[in-house]
Nanobody, 126 residues
Framework: QVQLVESGGGLVQAGGSLRLSCAAS????????MGWFRQAPGQERDFVAA????????HYADSVKGRFTISRDNAKDSVYLEMNSQKAEDTAVYYC???????????????????WGQGTQVTVSS
């Protein structure tokens, strides 16, 4: 079992920046791929970014490529999402997720991820 707790959401103006954090517990953090998804009201849960167990591989949705950066700190059992140049369409609840094994980062279907956090709201005002 893996427990995930997101933090760092809030209200930001368009063009601004926000950093999300996700703390994991319950199993060996370095053994799995970490990812971020987001879900806007009335929409499906969409893939945002993923990072492999050692940080050596990352994968991004086209909509955030060049603006968002995913990173992880295995010593702190945490994964981060740095969001820059934010747009109104980035408004959503952002979820942290875990997937086994830890070396595949291009799985973008939410049903193929194993554990989820409760989510944190990000609102971008235009």
């Amino acid at each position: 079992q893996v427990q995930l707790v997101e933090s760092g959401g809030g209200l930001v103006q368009a063009g601004g920046s926000l950093r999300l954090s996700c703390a994991a517990s319950g199993r060996t953090f370095s053994a799995y791929t970490m990812g971020w998804f987001r879900q806007a009201p009335g929409q499906e849960r969409d893939f945002v970014a993923a990072i492999s167990w050692n940080g050596g591989k990352t994968h991004y949705a086209d909509s955030v490529k060049g603006r968002f950066t995913i990173s992880r700190d295995n010593a702190k059992d945490s994964v981060y999402l740095e969001m820059n140049s934010q747009k109104a369409e980035d408004t959503a609840v952002y979820y942290c997720a875990v997937r086994f094994p830890g070396n595949i980062v291009d799985v973008t279907t939410s049903t193929e991820w194993n554990y989820w956090g409760q989510g944190t709201q990000v609102t971008v005002s235009s």
